[in-house]
């Protein structure tokens, strides 16, 4: 079992900057592959980032390619989500997920454990 911890989310102007955080429990988070997900208000949750478990891997969605980068940092259980250039966009509220096997993937029904997610406004 994994519990997902969102943090860091917030208001920001648009061109600004936000770093997410996502803290798990449990001893085997270095076992899963991660990833961010995000849902706007009537919309369907969608991709935005994953990484490997060694995080040697990552890909992200095309909208957000060259502004978000994931990282983690397995002795600390915490994957990271910078966000930068921001734009209005981007306002949704962004969740963390876990993927048992270690595989990065940005298929939203791979992933096993979900946070109760953070909200990110952009305003322009």
């Known amino acids: 079992q994994v519990q997902l911890v969102e943090s860091g989310g917030g208001l920001v102007q648009a061109g600004g900057s936000l770093r997410l955080s996502c803290a798990a429990s449990?001893?085997?988070?270095?076992?899963?592959?991660m990833g961010w997900f995000r849902q706007a208000p009537g919309k369907e949750r969608e991709f935005v980032a994953t990484i490997s478990w060694t995080g040697g891997s990552t890909d992200y969605a095309d909208s957000v390619k060259g502004r978000f980068a994931i990282s983690r940092d397995n002795p600390k259980n915490t994957v990271y989500l910078q966000m930068n250039s921001l734009k209005p966009e981007d306002t949704a509220v962004y969740y963390c997920?876990?993927?048992?096997?270690?595989?990065?993937?940005?298929?939203?029904?791979?992933?096993?454990?979900w946070g109760q997610g953070t909200q990110v406004t952009v305003s322009s």
């Open positions: 449990g001893r085997t988070f270095s076992r899963h592959a």
């Open positions: 997920a876990a993927r048992l096997g270690g595989i990065a993937t940005k298929i939203r029904g791979h992933y096993d454990y």
